[in-house]
């Protein structure tokens, strides 16, 4: 479903990607871990095209080479970015809507809108609530179901943990599993090395905007030196 070839992105004079090459199959879950400033985020918006870059991205068949990143929403592809950028002055429902913009199928949205509340109950209580006075974690099942609501063939999250509780981080994990559960193809990049490779199918591992490591995700969590780099463990 997604071919990454030979990417490199470079910004502010800094080459923060060197000729990375990934690949993901339909129906996977696959994990890009690696330290801060890795190149991970840059791996990431180079393939949704807020990054320009040199290289080969291929999703679903199709170059994404000279496309915006609003071209690709409606192939199919979305990202749940860093940080959630919710659309803060507009409300829970609001935002959700603004997930299924490309979409003219009304009832099919007001399912999915059921849906990510029967997923997220805390976003029904407060459907109303500016998405800018939620919590972080209120913040990221907003981010996650707004990306949801396009329908996509493709997620792609970006640190989805960062900053939360460990029980809102137990919670995204659940929904992570639950999308993945149902088909749907991920990549995510997360901080929580252990967690994202416990789940994954495969996984990458970037260090200095170089791909390091790769393999079945099993096997790396297992790996005694990726436990002493991204684990923490001796």
């Not at 592809?77 to 940080?83: D, T, W």
């Not at 659309?87 to 003219?104: D, K, P, V």
């Not at 500016?130 to 999250?157: C, D, F, H, I, Y």
């Not at 990049?189 to 790769?214: I, W």
């Amino acid at each position: 479903m997604l071919s990454v070839k030979n990417l490199c992105v470079s910004y502010g004079g800094i080459q923060a990607v060197k000729g990375v090459s990934l690949d993901v199959r339909a129906g996977e879950l696959v994990c890009l871990i690696g330290a801060n400033g890795a190149g991970k985020t840059s791996t990431m918006k180079a393939i949704t095209a807020s990054l320009p870059f040199v290289g080969e991205v291929v999703f679903d068949g199709q170059p994404l080479a000279g496309q915006g990143a609003w071209d690709l929403v409606g192939q199919g592809l979305a990202m749940v970015p860093e940080g959630r950028g919710v659309f803060a002055r507009m409300s829970i429902a609001e935002n959700l809507q603004m997930g299924a913009y490309t979409r003219s199928d009304k009832t099919g949205i007001a399912q999915d809108l059921a849906r990510m509340y029967d997923m997220f109950p805390r976003l029904k209580e407060r459907s109303s609530q500016l998405a800018g006075t939620l919590s972080g974690g209120e913040q990221q099942m907003l981010a996650m179901g707004r990306a949801l609501m396009s329908r996509p063939k493709l997620l792609l999250l970006d640190e989805p943990s960062m900053g939360l509780s460990p029980l809102m981080v137990d919670r995204i994990f659940e929904v992570i599993a639950q999308v993945r559960a149902e088909g749907m193809t991920v990549l995510l990049v997360e901080q929580n090395a252990s967690r994202a490779l416990a789940l994954a199918d495969r996984a990458y591992v970037m260090d200095s905007g170089l791909m390091v490591l790769s393999g079945p995700a099993k096997t790396l969590l297992h790996d005694s030196a990726v436990r002493s780099a991204y684990l923490g463990e001796a």
